[in-house]
């Protein structure tokens, strides 16, 4: 047994590359992407390392190509849910007698085949599944999730070392950092790869053993991701992808003695609907579960007359139009001033005019398509809600088409209702509605930001005058967990903006920090004494 002590260093985040025309990362995604194209693959569950292909066939289409397809699934039975829950029971105790830093080693190599060999198989599962182009791929399955990787093993390390200040003689006082007694169950978006791939991974770093149930349009590159963490030396059992229906799920495991906590990105409706779950059977667990969620968005941009009107239209359609607003973190509503106005219209609408979209395949697309018939549909009804009313008027985008691939052009709505309803509900697609505000209303505004939606994830304030943003940072204070001066609101970076928000957007234990690995933590104190007292009288009963 080794007894060093063993050191990581601080992480430095992956670099995204550029995929500029005719390099070589261009011409080897570019192979990726046809490889990936000319085979139908079998995509099973993993439990206890093994490969599962039983249930109902599923077949897998790229969103913006719904006629080809990319491989087939088997949607899980409740036999599937039984037998990860016993892989995770098996595997649990010599995964957490696992040496803390062997865990660390798994991740951290999973990080360099990633941004390795790796590289181009995850970007084009997920350009090809998730309908992601290039660069936006990168910046999520690569980069993010080796700073996952990195990052997280980095924190475990320092979270570890924090002991008891003293140990007056003759004792000694030490913390013992355990994982959760039972397993945990990640339940995961479609949106990120790397998200998908955390919310499993960082209890799993921690010593925990994991039931992951994925989004059904992600599971083209989650195969990937569990085929990455084999590659790294996860042992079998730790991590369980299966892919029963989420309610068939919900009711095995949220009555199982042993469940242990919930790690969850997706929408707030669901979160609060399993949160109820799981308190109506709080008399049957073993240990109080841990409850992580990260759920929806209505993120917002609001501008100051002494803002610069192109960042702010530069903003708005990075912000609102990247991944097809299919970010939580996606900018949906804006507050601009009348002042302004004119131009940041004008900006926005031209640089709007040059923006393509189509098939990921062809890396000169900036839109792709959406993720599938029910998001497509249910984003179309809005904007034609909006074309129905007279407050509202479109001045870009507007269209969709769905013959081909889910396609809706990005699209601006102005309205003169500061609560339409595009104003306050979460639609999660290529849509911002704007509300132009008198430039004296500047205080006014601030409340409506504050007031108008239920959520608090992410939010933009553009201003020059020092004392504005100042004003801004404390009257939104609680508007957004994600808070962004002059820029964008998407787009944290791990290990410089942890992510997370908190009223109806969830529990902002912010992934991408030490806090959301302690939630998968169970600390325990020892207290040694080298001295025991041989009498019970203290000094005081001498009187």
């Given at each position: 047994?080794?007894?060093?002590?063993?050191n990581i260093d601080i992480p430095a985040n992956e670099p995204v590359f550029n995929y500029a025309p005719e390099?070589?990362?261009?011409?080897?995604?570019k192979e990726a992407l046809r490889q990936a194209k000319s085979e139908t693959r079998e995509l099973p569950a993993f439990i206890n390392g093994k490969r599962i292909l039983e249930g109902e066939k599923v077949s897998v289409h790229p969103p913006h190509e719904r006629s080809h397809t990319l491989g087939h699934f088997y949607r899980g039975t409740t036999e599937h849910v039984h037998q990860a829950i016993e892989a995770a029971a098996n595997a649990k105790q010599a995964w957490a007698d696992t040496p803390w830093h062997e865990r660390a080693a798994v991740f951290l190599r999973a990080a360099d085949l990633l941004s390795g060999p790796f590289r181009a198989r995850m970007n084009a599962a997920t350009m090809l599944g998730q309908s992601k182009n290039?660069?936006?791929?990168?910046?999520?399955?690569?980069?993010e999730l080796c700073d996952f990787f990195r990052f997280n093993a980095y924190f475990y390390q320092e979270i570890i070392k924090d002991q008891p200040l003293h140990s007056p003689k003759p004792t000694w006082n030490k913390l013992e950092?355990?994982?959760?007694?039972?397993?945990?169950l990640a339940i995961t978006p479609f949106n990120f790869t790397s998200i998908a791939a955390n919310l499993p991974a960082a209890p799993a770093l921690c010593g925990n053993t994991v039931i992951w149930k994925p989004a059904e349009t992600q599971i083209y590159s989650a195969v990937v991701i569990m085929e990455l963490f084999e590659a790294a030396g996860l042992p079998p059992g730790v991590i369980n992808l299966i892919y029963t229906d989420g309610p068939e799920v919900g009711n095995i495991v949220f009555k199982h003695r042993d469940f242990a906590g919930l790690h969850f990105t997706g929408s707030t409706g669901v979160f609060q609907n399993l949160w109820k779950e799981i308190g109506n059977n709080i008399t049957s667990y073993r240990s109080y579960p841990r409850i992580v969620g990260e759920t929806g968005g209505k993120d917002f941009i609001v501008a100051h007359p002494s803002s610069d009107a192109e960042q702010v239209a530069v903003a708005c359609l990075r912000g609102s139009f990247e991944f097809q607003g299919q970010k939580c973190s996606a900018a949906s509503r804006a507050y601009l001033p009348a002042s302004l106005w004119p131009s940041i219209k004008e900006r926005l609408v031209a640089d709007m005019d040059t923006l393509k979209m189509g098939t990921v395949e062809e890396f000169?697309?900036?839109?792709?398509?959406?993720?599938?018939?029910?998001?497509f549909d249910k984003i179309?009804?809005?904007?034609?809600?909006e074309k129905a009313k007279s407050t509202s008027e479109i001045i870009a985008g507007g269209g969709y088409d769905k013959s081909k691939g889910f396609f809706i052009e990005p699209t601006v709505i102005v309205t003169t209702d500061p609560h339409s309803t595009t104003m306050e509900e979460e639609i999660f697609g290529p849509v911002l509605t704007i509300y132009v505000y008198e430039d004296d209303q500047w205080e006014e505004t601030l409340k409506l930001v504050d007031t108008t939606s239920p959520y608090a994830l992410t939010g933009a304030v553009f201003a020059q005058d020092r004392q504005v943003i100042n004003h801004?940072?404390?009257?939104l204070e609680n508007s957004a967990g994600n808070f962004y001066v002059n820029d964008k609101?998407?787009?944290a970076v791990v290990g410089q903006q942890p992510f997370g928000g908190a009223r109806g957007s969830g529990t902002n234990d912010k992934a991408g920090s030490p806090l959301n690995l302690h939630r998968w933590i169970s600390m325990r104190l020892i207290k040694e004494n080298f001295a025991a007292p041989r009498d019970y009288r203290y000094p005081f009963l001498g009187e």
């Open positions: 047994m080794s007894n060093a002590i063993f390099s070589a990362e261009t011409k080897e995604l290039a660069y936006q791929a990168d910046i999520d399955a690569v980069a950092y355990r994982p959760l007694e039972g397993f945990v000169g697309n900036f839109v792709n398509a959406v993720i599938d018939e029910r998001s179309a009804k809005y904007i034609d809600g801004a940072t404390r009257a609101p998407t787009g």
